[in-house]
């Protein structure tokens, strides 16, 4: 069956820069038409799309946040990692990874709750 | 980028009630909107795609429908374990999500 499950540190320090990695197994980011995206979500407040990257390793990042964020994959490790530079208390949430199918994300993480606070 | 404008925010409704949460696109997506449902702790989870197609195994008392830019989400008899909030997103162009829509028992 599908999993994912998200691995990183649950604090940072202002400035930092995070890395979070998806590991994942049921699927290969190889075949034609897989896709992983990071998905956030602050405590309390909506979900908010990161990024993504696709099994011919194109890379799509949300406008806000592109300049900070850089997604890559490791086929055969069956990861995906993100990294998010200058990490500021706002940037506070749960992380999310999910596999896409067809444009639904339709198997998640489990989440990891990152705190930014010095 | 597109906008998702979900509404309401919050509904109290009855056990047995007809439920609908409405989503409204910035502009035409087609049919590229898929509804979750998250509770407290847990990740979201897919019900709806394409507008109106029922994921496997959920419940046939949710439903979905729409295309262009409105799109609609209903519960036709809520039960107690659909306490949750509930998303819309598009995937048109990049993923955007809706703000949610927080549903309680009334």
């Known amino acids: 069956q599908v999993t994912l499950k998200e691995s990183g540190p649950a604090l940072v320090k202002p400035t930092q820069t995070l890395t979070l990695t998806c590991t994942f197994s049921?699927?290969?980011?190889?075949?034609?038409?897989?896709?992983v995206s990071w998905i956030r979500q602050p405590p309390g407040k909506a979900l908010e799309w990161l990024a993504r990257i696709d099994w011919d390793d194109d890379k799509f990042y949300s406008t806000s946040l592109k300049t900070r964020l850089t997604i890559s994959k490791d086929t055969s490790k069956n990861q995906v990692v993100l990294t998010m530079t200058n990490m500021d208390p706002v940037d506070t949430a749960t992380y999310y990874c999910a596999r896409i199918l067809a444009g639904a994300l339709d198997y998640w993480g489990q989440g990891t709750l990152v705190t930014v606070s010095s | 980028d597109i906008q998702m404008t979900q509404s309401p925010s919050s509904l109290s409704a009855s056990v047995g009630d007809r439920v609908t949460i409405t989503c409204q696109a910035s502009q035409d997506i087609s049919n590229y909107l898929n509804w979750y449902q998250q509770k407290p702790g847990k990740a979201p989870k897919l019900l709806i795609y394409d507008a109106s197609n029922l994921e496997t195994g959920v419940p046939s008392r949710f439903s979905g429908s729409g295309s262009g830019t409105d799109f609609t989400f209903t519960i036709s008899s809520l039960q107690p374990e659909d306490i949750a909030t509930y998303y819309c997103q598009q995937y048109d162009n990049l993923i955007t999500f809706g703000q949610g829509t927080r549903l309680e028992i009334k």
């Open positions: 049921g699927f290969s980011l190889s075949t034609s038409g897989m896709r």
